[in-house]
């Protein structure tokens, strides 16, 4: 990798901006068949605005050196971690969300996986990256003017986060892996455009494999509440069976999310003492 070796404490001295682009078409034209396009600028408010507003095609890579205002499911914010992080959007003809945020959550997965070797690295519901029971990367699918535009944010070189969000969040940096952003996006590229043309049974095996939420205690929030309950079966196209005070509930998933871990524990905690079986 250009950006150094994995040194716990050390961080690479980053590629700078100007070299993005011709790296990232290097990419596309070697590795990828669905992805064709590289768009880089300097700082935008969102990957996903620039993405539409600029028309891009089908086939884009729209990333930025700077985010400010990313955004994540249910219009929540992403946080802005000025140079630390990775914001991509990836414009896709307009299929169907539910497959491509499955798809997704597995690319990002797979792709942070091979960053950080030695962690166990895998998928909250719906569609958040977790390494060692911690979020790592978030996934955003939205459509528009005949287009889909799957956003995904990489926490690569924090070495703190917000009170809010220090005890649930990690980066690469964190895992101990000093990995240069621009090495993070290529992985992240190639691993998108090959789960693009895998077989569709085949990615939910993988999803399925990678889930981090079946059989565990948590707390959702739904439009009439938070529910919390163990989890029992997990349909990233549709929703989750929770079993909750005695009964299953059935959580769509266009209107529902997980809510942070209580004080120290992490996404995806088994049930603790006094938990619903």
Known sequence: MTGGADVPGSRPHPVPLVDWPDALEAVLARS????????????????????RDSGAPAGTVVTAWRQTAGRGRLGR??????????AATFVLPDLPPESL???????????????????????????DVVA????????????????????????????????EL???????????????RLDVLRELVRSVDAVLGRDEEDVYRTYAALDRLTGRACTFLTPSGAVRGIVRRVDPRRGLCVEAAHRDVFLPAATTSVAPPEGARRYGDRPADGDAT
């Open 77 to 86: 914010a992403w946080a802005d971690t000025g140079e630390d992080g990775v």
């Open 32 to 51: 990828c068949t669905a992805l064709a396009r590289a768009v880089v600028v300097r700082e935008t408010a969102s990957t996903q605005d620039h993405a």
């Open 101 to 127: 945020a499955v798809r997704s959550a597995v690319a990002a997965a797979e792709a942070v996986a091979r960053l950080a070797p030695g962690h166990a690295v895998g998928i909250k519901w719906p569609n």
């Open 132 to 163: 060692d029971g911690m979020k790592l990367a978030g996934v955003l699918v939205e459509r528009a003017e005949g287009r889909t535009f799957v956003g995904i944010g990489i926490n690569v070189c924090q070495r703190a986060f917000p009170p």
């Open 166 to 180: 220090a005890p649930h969040a990690t980066s690469l940096a964190l895992l101990g892996h000093a990995v240069d």
